[in-house]
T-cell receptor
Framework: SQQGEEDPQALSIQEGENATMNCSYK?????LQWYRQNSGRGLVHLIL?????REKHSGRLRVTLDTSKKSSSLLITASRAADTASYFC???????????FGSGTRLQVQP | EAQVTQNPRYLITVTGKKLTVTCSQN?????MSWYRQDPGLGLRQIYY???????DKGDVPEGYKVSRKEKRNFPLILESPSPNQTSLYFC????????????????FGQGTRLTVV
């Protein structure tokens, strides 16, 4: 079953702009992770935020988590053409031995 | 270099012809998993393994088998492939998993694009 749902499904911006992607989920989680996938390739881990954390930064990435609203957002600042990829949120639930992925946001950064 | 290696990267086969997709990791991870990725459905877990000789079904296990005889290897077996198993397959590994769930990052292989005709 789909746990995380990303919004928007597709996003096109100009280089230098910020990109914001949202993820909603349905059940209690242990942590939430964001991954990037370049076209047809493997997923690369970007950042993990635990259920007791509200915000986390990594370079140009900023992730927020609101467990009361069961939602998270990924902000990429000063985007680059190389950021063009699909971005997935994945939730890890207590007692569940898998990550549950959403269907992703396709980000296109125009040079 | 820490990595998860899948082979083959691309495979076209015919219905009913048994095939194996190999997966190997060099990070001494306990936990390994197989996912399939289909358009609009995200990634769905097929099987996972908590450690050597410990495997269990994920969300979509029908038509697949796995084995974990060594810590580093986790092959995916399709005994009698069918066209609805045409998909992009990913192997992933993580350091370990606790009762609290998957609490560390997952490392993914580059994927195997399988077409069953």
């Amino acid at each position: 079953s789909q746990q995380g749902e990303e919004d928007p499904q597709a996003l096109s911006i100009q280089e230098g702009e910020n990109a914001t992607m949202n993820c909603s989920y349905k059940t209690s989680i242990n942590n939430l992770q964001w991954y990037r996938q370049n076209s047809g390739r493997g997923l690369v881990h970007l950042i993990l935020i635990r259920s007791n954390e509200r915000e986390k930064h990594s370079g140009r990435l900023r992730v927020t988590l609101d467990t009361s609203k069961k939602s998270s957002s990924l902000l990429i600042t000063a985007s680059r053409a190389a950021d063009t990829a699909s971005y997935f949120c994945a939730t890890a639930r207590t007692g569940r031995r898998a990550l549950t992925f959403g269907s992703g946001t396709r980000l296109q950064v125009q040079p | 270099e820490a990595q998860v290696t899948q082979n083959p990267r691309y495979l076209i086969t015919v219905t009913g012809k048994k095939l194996t997709v190999t997966c190997s990791q060099n990070m001494n991870h306990e936990y390994m998993s197989w996912y399939r990725q289909d358009p609009g459905l995200g990634l769905r877990q097929i099987y996972y393994s908590m450690n050597v000789e410990v495997t269990d079904k994920g969300d979509v296990p029908e038509g697949y088998k796995v084995s974990r005889k060594e810590k580093r290897n986790f092959p995916l077996i399709l005994e009698s492939p069918s066209p609805n198993q045409t998909s992009l397959y990913f192997c992933a590994s993580s350091l370990k998993i606790s009762g609290g769930g998957l609490n560390t990052e997952a490392f993914f292989g580059q994927g195997t694009r399988l077409t069953v005709v």
